[in-house]
C-alpha cells in the first residue's frame, strides 16, 4: 500500500491533520491502533470524564439548593443506565468522525504500526499487504496514564484513568493517589455519586502547577467533599486485601495502612513514543520521551511531523488539534507556525480553575515585572444569584504598555469564561480594550471586564482609589 | 539617460506577485519614491514606490501580470542623481569579473559620477542602514513617556494579533523591527505592509547575504573588492580539459523529451520495503539503465566511438555505463559494466557499491574507464533540462532531470496526471544523425514506460 500523507494516530490531533490534509487536496490514510476513532480525548479522557462530571454538578447543585429551600432526596443511581448513556455520548461523537473521515475520503486503517524505515509502517493485524510507503508522516501517537511498577496489582481495583472512566460501580471508598487534575478531576465525579474518596499527594500542594491563591477555593470545597485529603504524604505500599486494597502511607507522623475498596492512580501521564520503531528512523526523543519538534512541528527526519502530547508539554486537546493544522499548513508551503501567545488550561473541578498566558508563579520564577488586578466575584451579582460567591478573577498586566500578559480564573463556568482572555492576550490587548469593551450584564463573564478596571481604578462594584502611577 | 524601475526583492521567499494596480501611465512625471504599482504577493498587497524620479517613458506591465522578482516594471527618463544607482551599478560592473556584484551593492549610495570612479580606485563601502526604518509614532500614547519607544522592547514580543503575525512570517518580517501604529505600539497588517514597503524602498547595503565558505586560498582586493585566490586542484584541472576538448572537438546536438514513470514509481515502491535494513538503496537509475542498456543493444551506432585519423568507426560489444557521481572534490563518472547483462537488482547493487567508492575516493583509475555511455542524474539536486556535455570516446550522454507530476492528454482527449521524467540526451552528430538518436530515446523512453518489457528483457 502506499500513500502521500499519514497521520498515526486518531486522537483530536490526528483527526484534525488529516481532515484539514484531505480538505486541501492531499490523499490521507489515517492509522489508528484502537478500533474507534476518537483517541484519549474521546475515548478515556475530555469527553467521558465532562460527561460524568456534568452528572456530579446536577447532584451537587440537589444539594445545595437545601439552602434556598428546597429539599430534593438523595437521588438513586443507576450505575448501568449511568455508565451506557456516557458510552452513547462517546459513541455518537466517535461514529460521527468515521462519517467526516469517509465524506472526506480519508482512509482509515484499524492496526497497530511501527515504522520501518523513514517511508515504511509496518501494519500489525492487517491480513496482506502490511507495509504502507507514505511520502509523508504526522506522528500523533498521543500518550498513556504513568503507572509506576511498584503500584502494578494484578487487580482491578487499582485503575488508571481509562479505568476509573469505565465506571464498573460505586466504590464504596477510593484513594486517589496524585492531587493532580486528572484525580481531583475524577475524584469529584465519585465523591457525588455517593463514594468516600480519599486524595493524597506527594507535595505539600493540590495542582502543584497552579497559583495557589487559585487552589484555595477548591480545596476548601473538596475538604467538604472528600473523606480526607492527605498532602506531604507518600505511598508507600498497595497490597490486596479482603475486597480492598490496603495502603500504607508514610508522612512525617509515621506510617500508617488504611484499606480502600478501589484505587485511582493518576500521577501523570507519559508519551507514547516507544514501541513505534522510531529507532529505525531518524527521529528524536528527549530524556522525558517526547518527540523533538520545530515550530512547524518537523522532526529531525525530514519525513516525519509530529503533533500533540507525543510531541511535548502540555499535553492537552486544543494543543494537540492546533499542531496538527499547522503540521498540515507547513507540509504544504504555507506560513503557518505554532507560535501561540497563551495555550489555556482548565481544571474542571467544581469550583472550575483556568488559567491563560502568564501565571503569577511563572512570573516570580522568571523575575517578569507584572501589576495584579484582582476580581473578587462575591463582588458579581451574578454569582451571588448561584449562591457561588468563592471564585474571582485576576489578571497580570504588564506595568509600562498596559498589556494583558496573563488572566487566571477560578470559579464555576471559569473553563468557559477563559476564551475571552486567550484572544486578549493573542491580540496583544490593554487593560483598557478590556475595560472599554462592554460585557452583558449579569453574567459571570462580566468580572474580566471588571478586574481590568478594577486595575484602572474604574470599577463600580469596587472602591479603591486609582493606582499611583507616571503620567 | 534611461532607468528601469525593476521588481524588487519582495521578502524572504518571496519571488513573484501579480500587479493590481498600476498608478502612472506613459509620460507621466513622478518624483522619487512615489508609490506607482500595488502588487499581490500571496495574500497581501503591498505598493511598491519608484526609488527615483523622472519621465515614465514606458509601462511594461498592465494590470493583471505575473512579475518575478527583477522583471522589469517601468522605464524612467531624466532620472534625478539617486536614481542613477539601480542601472549604473550593472554598467560600471558589466566589464569586469562577476565578483564585483556585491562590491556594487555596497555603492548604491554613490551618484554616476562616483560609480565612474570606482573603477579606477577602491571605495570604502558606506555605513549599513537598518534593514526596516521606524517610522516615527503616528500619535504617542498618553501614558507613554517621550523617552519610550512604541515597540516592545528586546526579548519581549511585541503586541500583534495572530493573523498579523502569519502575515508577518508571510512577507519575511521581523516584528521586532515593526513601528506599530496602535495603542501602545499594537502593530497591525497595515504596519507589516508598510514595513516592506520601507524595507523595499530603503538602500539594500545591510543585505550581503552570509556566503557559503570558500576554500583555501590567499585573500587580495581588486578594483571591486576582496578576492580569494586558490589553486586549481588537480581534479578540477581533469575536468576542464576534458569538458573543453569535447565541447571544442564534438558537434553537440541535444535532444529532449519526457519520458512517464507513473507505473515504474509504483513497481519501485512497492519493492522498496523488501530493500529495507539492506545497503541497497532501490532508486529510479538501476531501473534507467536498464532501460538504456536494451536500448544501446538495439542502436549500436549510439554504443560506438569514432576514430578519425583512422577514419574507423568502433561498435563496442560491450554496455559498460558510466554514472556521473557529485563529490566533494568534484564530478566523478565511475562505470559500471556489462549493464546489459545483469539484472535490476544486480545493477542497484553494483551501483549502490561503485558510488560509495567513489564518494570514498577509493576508486581506482580502472574504475573511470572503458565506458561506452554516460548517465547524469540532476533529479536529486533540481532542474528539468539541461545540455550535458560528451565524455570522449563515447558519443552520448544522458541527463535525468526531477520528475515531476504534469498534465498529459490521453486517449480520447482525456487529462491524466502522469509522473514525467525529464531527459536531456546530447550526442555526437559527427557519428550519430538525429533520426537515430531520436529512435533511441523513443526506445528509452517506451522500456521505462512500460516497465514489463524491461522486467522481462534478457
Not at chain 1, 115 to 144: M, P, R, W, Y
Not at chain 2, 178 to 205: F, H, L, M, Y
Not at chain 2, 397 to 407: A, D, F, I, N, T
Amino acid at each position: 500500500m502506499e500513500t502521500q500523507l499519514v497521520v498515526l494516530g486518531g486522537g483530536p490531533g490526528g483527526y484534525a491533520a488529516a481532515f484539514m490534509a484531505a480538505d486541501m487536496g492531499m490523499e490521507v490514510t489515517l492509522v489508528e491502533a484502537a478500533p474507534r476513532l476518537g483517541g484519549t480525548c474521546l475515548l478515556k479522557g475530555c469527553i467521558p470524564s465532562k460527561a460524568l462530571l456534568h452528572v456530579a454538578r446536577v447532584v451537587g447543585e440537589t444539594q445545595e439548593m437545601a439552602d434556598w429551600g428546597l429539599e430534593f432526596e438523595k437521588p438513586r443511581i443507576d450505575v448501568d443506565k449511568l455508565r451506557a448513556r456516557k458510552e452513547k455520548v462517546i459513541s455518537d461523537l466517535s461514529g460521527g468522525l468515521a462519517g467526516l473521515a469517509k465524506r472526506r475520503k480519508v482512509q482509515v486503517i484499524h492496526a497497530r504500526a511501527s515504522f520501518l524505515n523513514s517511508q515504511t509502517l509496518k501494519l500489525e493485524g492487517v491480513e496482506k499487504d502490511d507495509k504502507l510507503v507514505f511520502e509523508h508522516c504526522i506522528l500523533a501517537s498521543g500518550s498513556i496514564p504513568a503507572m509506576p511498577g511498584a503500584f502494578k496489582l494484578n487487580t482491578d481495583r487499582v485503575m488508571d484513568s481509562t479505568g476509573a472512566l469505565e465506571l464498573k460501580d460505586i466504590p464504596e471508598s477510593l484513594l486517589v493517589i496524585g492531587g493532580g487534575y486528572i484525580g481531583l478531576e475524577l475524584g469529584t465525579v465519585y465523591a457525588e455519586l455517593g463514594t468516600k474518596v480519599s486524595v493524597v499527594e506527594l507535595t505539600p500542594n493540590l495542582l502543584p502547577t497552579a497559583d495557589r491563591d487559585l487552589v484555595k477555593p477548591l480545596e476548601n470545597r473538596l475538604k467538604k467533599l472528600f473523606a480526607g485529603i492527605y498532602m506531604n504524604t507518600k505511598v508507600v505500599s498497595l497490597t490486596e486485601g479482603n475486597n480492598a486494597i490496603d495502603v500504607t502511607f508514610e508522612d512525617e507522623n509515621g506510617k500508617r495502612t488504611e484499606s480502600f475498596s478501589r484505587v485511582l492512580v493518576s500521577v501523570g501521564r507519559r508519551p507514547n513514543s516507544a514501541g513505534l520503531g522510531l529507532e529505525n528512523t531518524e527521529v528524536e526523543i528527549d530524556e522525558r520521551g517526547f518527540v523533538v519538534v520545530d515550530e512547524q512541528l518537523r522532526t529531525a527526519d525530514q519525513f516525519i511531523s509530529a503533533i500533540g502530547d507525543v510531541a511535548g508539554e502540555p499535553m492537552l486537546a486544543h494543543k494537540a488539534s492546533h499542531q496538527g493544522k499547522v503540521a498540515v499548513e507547513a507540509l504544504l508551503g504555507e506560513p503557518a507556525e505554532f507560535a501561540p501567545m497563551a495555550i489555556p488550561a482548565v481544571v474542571f473541578t467544581d469550583p472550575e480553575i483556568a488559567w491563560a498566558g502568564l501565571t503569577e508563579n511563572d512570573a516570580k520564577t522568571q523575575g517578569i515585572e507584572y501589576e495584579l488586578a484582582k476580581y473578587p466575584w462575591a463582588a458579581s451579582g451574578k454569582a451571588l444569584a448561584l449562591g457561588r460567591t468563592e471564585g474571582f478573577t485576576k489578571m497580570l498586566i504588564e506595568p509600562d504598555s498596559e498589556r494583558i500578559l496573563g488572566v487566571a480564573i477560578v470559579g464555576v463556568n471559569a473553563g468557559d469564561l477563559i476564551s475571552e482572555a486567550v484572544l486578549a492576550i493573542e491580540m496583544g490587548a490593554t487593560a483598557r480594550d478590556l475595560a472599554e469593551t462592554i460585557h452583558p450584564h449579569p453574567t459571570l463573564s462580566e468580572t474580566v471586564g471588571f478586574a481590568a478596571e478594577s486595575y484602572l481604578g474604574t470599577a463600580t462594584e469596587i472602591y479603591k482609589p486609582r493606582p499611583a502611577r507616571k503620567a | 539617460m534611461a532607468n528601469d524601475f525593476k521588481v524588487p526583492n519582495l521578502g524572504e521567499n518571496v519571488e513573484e506577485g501579480d500587479i493590481v494596480k498600476v498608478m502612472v501611465s506613459e509620460g507621466d512625471e513622478i518624483a522619487a519614491d512615489q508609490n506607482v504599482m500595488e502588487i499581490e504577493t500571496g495574500k497581501a498587497v503591498v505598493e511598491l514606490p519608484c526609488p527615483f524620479g523622472g519621465k515614465v517613458v514606458k509601462v511594461h506591465v498592465q494590470e493583471g501580470s505575473k512579475v518575478k522578482v527583477g522583471d522589469p516594471l517601468l522605464t524612467v527618463e531624466g532620472a534625478d542623481g539617486k536614481a542613477t544607482k539601480e542601472a549604473s551599478k550593472k554598467e560600471a560592473a558589466a566589464p569586469k569579473a562577476e565578483a564585483a556584484d556585491a562590491q556594487a551593492d555596497q555603492t548604491e549610495e554613490a551618484t554616476e559620477e562616483e560609480v565612474e570612479e570606482i573603477a579606477a580606485k577602491v571605495e570604502e563601502p558606506k555605513p549599513a542602514k537598518a534593514p526596516v526604518k521606524k517610522p516615527a509614532a503616528k500619535a504617542a500614547p498618553k501614558e507613554t513617556a517621550p523617552t519610550v519607544a512604541p515597540t516592545a522592547a528586546p526579548g519581549k514580543t511585541p503586541p500583534a494579533g495572530p493573523a498579523t503575525r502569519r502575515l508577518a512570517r508571510e512577507l519575511g518580517v521581523d516584528l521586532a523591527l515593526v513601528a506599530g501604529s496602535g495603542p501602545n505600539g499594537r502593530i497591525t497588517e497595515d504596519d507589516v505592509k508598510a514595513a516592506v514597503r520601507e524595507n523595499v524602498s530603503a538602500p539594500r547595503a545591510a543585505h550581503v547575504a552570509p556566503g557559503a565558505p570558500l576554500p583555501a586560498g590567499t585573500d587580495e582586493r581588486d578594483a571591486w573588492g576582496v578576492v580569494r585566490r586558490s589553486k586549481v586542484t588537480a581534479m578540477r584541472k581533469a575536468i576542464a580539459v576534458n569538458m573543453a576538448g569535447s565541447h571544442s572537438t564534438i558537434p553537440h546536438v541535444t535532444n529532449f523529451d519526457d519520458a512517464d514513470i507513473t507505473e515504474l514509481e509504483r513497481i519501485r515502491k512497492g519493492g522498496l520495503s523488501d530493500y529495507v535494513g539492506t545497503d541497497i538503496k532501490l532508486t529510479m537509475m538501476p531501473f534507467v539503465m536498464k532501460a538504456v542498456a536494451q536500448a544501446l543493444r538495439l542502436h549500436p551506432m549510439v554504443n560506438a566511438s569514432i576514430d578519425m585519423q583512422k577514419e574507423e568507426i568502433l561498435y563496442k560489444q560491450y554496455v559498460n555505463i558510466g554514472v556521473a557521481v557529485d563529490t566533494e572534490r568534484g564530478l566523478v563518472v565511475p562505470v559500471i559494466r556489462d549493464v546489459d547483462r545483469k539484472s535490476i537488482p544486480a545493477i542497484a547493487k553494483a551501483l549502490t557499491e561503485t558510488t560509495d567508492k567513489a564518494r570514498s575516493a577509493k576508486f581506482k583509475l580502472e574504475d573511470l574507464k572503458g565506458g561506452t555511455f554516460t548517465i547524469s542524474n540532476l533529479g536529486a539536486v533540481g532542474g528539468t533540462y539541461s545540455t550535458p556535455i560528451i565524455n570522449p570516446p563515447e558519443v552520448a550522454v544522458l541527463l535525468l532531470g526531477r520528475s515531476r507530476k504534469l498534465p498529459i492528454v490521453g486517449e480520447g482527449d482525456k487529462i491524466d496526471i502522469r509522473l514525467m521524467m525529464p531527459l536531456s540526451l546530447s550526442y555526437d552528430h559527427r557519428l550519430v544523425d538525429g533520426a537515430t538518436a531520436a529512435r533511441f530515446l523513443n526506445e528509452v523512453i517506451s522500456y521505462l514506460k512500460v516497465p514489463g518489457r524491461l522486467l522481462l528483457a534478457p
